[in-house]
């Protein structure tokens, strides 16, 4: 696929990508296209944490195996030749129900990621679980001061991330809906005397944000004492409403941001060739890019993604964007079909997968 290069000069907010969805985990070839992707649009860091890793959730105090060791090395290294930081994101589940024994074997994980692993960003998340107590944030953050504590006694020498996924990243009611009321007083309890270096993810108002404004993002930097690393929720599609969904349409509605937020970081589609359009329009809202400027960049994608031919297909995927597979009806599948059928690209192949419900939401793939 042809590449545009798009690189921001002077920008003060660092852009990434946090590989943080649940389902279907990319393929070693895909995420190193992805990785060897992103260098060319103003994008710094690559955070590999798939939900459904279970070496980094469900089984994250079990030994990784000497397979998924070496592919992690790997990663690491492709990473590193593209310019790329590398970064792993746990979710060391159930820790504060028995805080004395699984801390050391975090602290373990995170010297093994910096060591082993040549990691220089390091993610604790806490998201999309179950409090266990209402004083949890302050359980949580003990856990970040004291990974932050070891991190800089053991690795003075190296320009090291840590950032923490707080169980409510967001001030959408969705988050109390699906894992209990959070506790009054939350924030405060993972703020106070939170080492200043510690970064904090947050998506925005919602947990799907169609908008993130400066006013925001200032917003919620007061309440934490900190300026904010946003985790973006586009252009992911892997829950059970948005997996319906392809989303190939640019990033809008990210205005003033650069400088107010500390770093971005964008939670990619499962589809990983297709997910590429999408991030590499966001450079052009820090740019503060026209509308028309995203869309042009948005067409060229397409037309190198699928043979020139994206005209004849642009409005079907206009559709799967806004509307979803739902309003699909079994003639515009086939029209659909029909007009990338001689093509022979990877996003092609990711068209006829979705189509064929490969991407379909499965509620087993919840790990927690």
């Not at 503060?288 to 948005?298: C, F």
Request: charged letters at 30%.
């Amino acid at each position: 696929m042809e590449s545009y290069k798009i690189l921001v000069k002077n920008m003060k907010t660092s852009l990434g990508i946090i590989e943080g969805y649940y389902g279907r985990i990319y393929s070693e070839e895909e995420r190193n296209s992805l990785i060897s992707f992103i260098r060319n649009y103003n994008y710094s860091y690559y955070i590999y944490a798939p939900k459904n890793d279970s070496f980094l959730r469900r089984k994250w105090f079990d030994n990784i195996s000497n397979d998924h060791i070496d592919f992690l090395k790997r990663l690491s290294e492709h990473c590193k030749n593209n310019s790329i930081q590398f970064g792993v994101g746990i979710s060391p589940l159930g820790i504060t129900k028995d805080l004395q024994k699984y801390l050391s074997v975090l602290l373990q994980k995170v010297d093994f990621f910096i060591k082993e692993l040549n990691a220089s960003v390091i993610a604790i998340l806490f998201d999309d679980i179950t409090l266990y107590t209402e004083d949890e944030g302050d359980h949580q953050k003990e856990i970040m001061n004291k990974i932050s504590t070891f991190v800089k006694a053991n690795f003075k020498d190296r320009n090291l991330r840590l950032i923490f996924c707080p169980t409510y990243y967001s001030f959408d009611p969705i988050l109390d809906k699906c894992f209990g009321r959070r506790p009054e007083g939350y924030f405060h309890q993972i703020t106070e005397n939170l080492d200043k270096d510690v970064e904090i993810f947050w998506t925005g108002n919602k947990v799907l944000s169609k908008e993130i404004t400066a006013d925001d993002i200032n917003s919620i930097n007061t309440l934490l004492g900190r300026k904010v690393t946003i985790w973006d929720n586009y252009p992911v599609n892997d829950g059970k409403f948005i997996c319906k969904h392809v989303y190939t349409r640019e990033f809008k509605n990210r205005t003033s941001l650069d400088g107010v937020a500390l770093s971005h970081a964008v939670n990619p589609m499962l589809e990983a060739e297709l997910t590429k359009v999408a991030i590499a329009t966001l450079p052009l809202c820090y740019k503060n890019e026209s509308e028309e400027q995203k869309q042009t960049l948005r067409i060229k994608l397409l037309n190198s993604m699928f043979d020139n031919k994206s005209d004849s297909i642009i409005k079907l995927l206009d559709i799967l964007n806004d509307e979803g597979i739902d309003a699909f009806s079994d003639e515009m599948k086939e029209e659909l079909k029909e007009n990338i059928t001689t093509i022979n690209t990877k996003a092609k192949h990711e068209l006829i997968d979705f189509l064929s419900g490969v991407y379909k939401f499965d509620p087993a793939c919840l790990t927690s």
